[in-house]
């Protein structure tokens, strides 16, 4: 017993290496996939059941077979508005919660950006380059609960922070009707607009960062491959791979269903839906690389990673698309249990990862 008390403290040292150890790489300002952060108390903007099923849907023998990709057209512009947010929890519950070395709370990073996207040319191929405009931006930015950053364009204040730089500045990108930025070209004229020493300045250049604006505009829910004709219950997968730091990585098949066809206002709206579960070989492969192998499995872990697009089919047009991943680990401390206490020693940690993309009416 005393041996799982020893290796109970070394999870916590753990927990802190995985608290000090949120900051993304060398990006500061950049949502890297190791990061975590959302606005304290405030739940993701997930759609809800009603938001997406907002009229019956049609039977999938009248429906027929559809085209599941993005249509583009030199000169057109709408307004987006994009969300990605992670977090990374740590609470600690029993007598440690009265403990003042044992500090838990949330770090991360949250990002909400309205921009203009203008279609300048199309290719045969119906690839689109796109100039992308900055109109409004939210940058929040917590270390253990503790707010570092909370900027908000449309704010007073918001005029003498670097982060206002980015406001009206452009970029371009290269999208696919699947939804795949190939292609990114920022000026260096945007790039120098943010250019400074301060931990502002680097985290509002980072936005500017291919990787960054890859994850703002990428639609992970439409199909990469060259069949396009579906029908209603049709479905495909891709997998992705997920680092946890201290907790490892995982891989995780990505299921998609076609789940029907929707009528508003004359037009067909198809909803996919998207449900993620971990892979079986792959797991075992990144489980085979994971620092702390041993650490995992004495962890309880929860987990769900689900997701939803809307794609109006008469136009092309992404209407709204999200992806969210909640993981947990809990673990308990052994003697906690043995002594009969109500409330017994307990670790929990919590991930969560979204993105999500709405056109503006």
């Known amino acids: ?43 993701p903007n997930i759609p809800s059941e009603q938001e997406i099923e907002d009229v019956e849907f049609v039977g999938p023998s009248e429906d027929g077979e559809i085209v599941l990709e993005q249509k583009f057209l030199p000169g057109e512009s709408f307004d987006y508005n994009v969300i990605t947010e992670a977090a990374r929890k740590v609470d600690f519950s029993g007598a440690m919660k009265d403990n003042m070395s044992l500090q838990g709370g949330r770090t991360g990073t949250r990002v909400e950006m309205t921009f203009n996207q203008e279609v300048e040319s199309v290719d045969e191929e119906g690839n689109a380059t796109a100039k992308i405009t900055i109109k409004a931006l939210k940058y929040f930015f917590e270390e253990r609960s503790v707010t570092k950053i909370d900027f908000d364009s449309s704010t007073e204040e918001a005029k003498s922070n670097p982060f206002s730089k980015l406001i009206g500045q452009s970029y371009r990108i ?77 891989s995780y098949e990505k299921m998609y269903k076609v789940k029907g066809i929707s009528q508003k206002m004359g037009q067909k709206i198809v909803a996919i839906e998207m449900n993620a579960i971990p892979t079986a070989e792959s797991a075992q492969e990144l489980y085979k690389q994971n620092q702390n192998p041993s650490l995992t499995q004495l962890f309880d872990n929860i987990e769900k990673y689900t997701g939803e697009l809307k794609l109006n089919l008469d136009t092309g047009k992404v209407i709204t698309y999200y992806e969210q991943m909640h993981s947990k680990w809990i673990m308990v401390q052994p003697e906690s249990i043995k002594e009969g206490t109500e409330s017994p020693d307990t670790i929990t940690m919590e991930s969560i990862r979204f993105h999500q993309l709405d056109k503006l009416d």
């Not at 509002?204 to 060259?226: C, F, Q, T, Y």
Request: with cysteine; net charge negative; glycine share 10%.
């Open 174 to 250: 290269k999208i696919s009707p699947s939804g795949e930025v190939s292609k990114v070209m920022v000026p260096d004229s945007a790039r120098a607009s943010v250019t400074g020493a301060s931990e502002q300045s680097r985290r509002a250049a980072a936005l500017l960062d291919k990787e960054v604006i890859n994850r703002h505009h990428e639609i992970a829910g439409l199909p990469e491959s060259d069949e396009k004709l579906f029908k209603t219950g049709a479905h495909w997968s891709d997998t992705k791979d997920i680092s946890f730091g201290t907790m490892g990585a995982k």
């Open 1 to 43: 017993m005393r041996s799982k008390h020893i290796f109970f403290l070394l999870c916590i040292f753990s927990v802190f290496g995985m608290l000090s150890g949120c900051t993304p790489s060398d990006k500061p300002g950049g949502i890297s996939e190791d990061e975590f952060g959302v606005v304290p108390g405030e739940e």
